[in-house]
């Protein structure tokens, strides 16, 4: 009896070793990506499985955030590893290439229609995207994506880790930093 639990734990110490040389690691050579959602509430979550209708949350990732991506869905939830170690599913749209986040243009907001302000909405349009803020001309915004769509820009609101779209209309390319 002792010999066969001895026997046992040997072999459950050889699989859980040779399982561990399998795990992935934050460090390992996946490509980085930024958490940059453009909910209100500024992050996203994981879940265990690719739907958050059927995954379980297993924790949120505010804007700023790092991920590598270990398979990428374009029009779903794509599987990450976290830098804590924990792997899981994000939805692509709040996930940007890391290299594509830096030198990005500055613009400046100036209303189209004169009354100094404009409004940034969570989807590329004022009549079916929600308000997530007024903006001031003079504010600075970075561009995410000039071309997210004909007539609205994505952006990230300078010195915020607050996104959403923005018409184009109401951005100028400020001057030189």
Do not use: H
């Not at 002792?2 to 040779?18: E, G, H, P, V």
């Not at 979550?45 to 209708?53: F, V």
């Not at 700023?64 to 994000?90: A, H, L, P, Q």
């Amino acid at each position: 009896m002792i010999k066969r639990t001895a026997l046992l734990i040997t072999c459950l110490a050889l699989l859980l070793s040779c399982t561990s040389a399998f795990a992935l690691s934050f460090s390992d050579n996946y490509p980085l990506y930024k958490v940059e959602s453009y909910s209100p509430n500024g992050y996203c979550y994981m879940y265990n499985k690719p739907s958050s209708s059927e995954g379980r949350n297993m924790g949120r990732f505010d804007n700023g955030s790092f991920v590598k991506v270990i398979e990428w869905n374009e029009n779903g939830y794509s599987y990450v590893i976290s830098t804590s170690g924990k792997t899981g599913y994000i939805g692509s749209k709040a996930l940007t290439k890391y290299s594509d986040t830096l030198n990005r243009p500055v613009y400046r907001v100036q209303s189209e229609n004169g009354s100094g302000y404009c409004y940034m909405y969570d989807k590329p349009s004022s009549i079916e995207g929600m308000n997530l803020g007024r903006y001031n001309d003079g504010a600075l915004v970075l561009i995410v994506d000039w071309n997210a769509d004909d007539n609205y820009a994505k952006v990230r609101i300078w010195n915020e880790n607050k996104y959403g779209y923005i018409a184009k209309g109401a951005l100028v390319q400020a001057s030189a930093r």
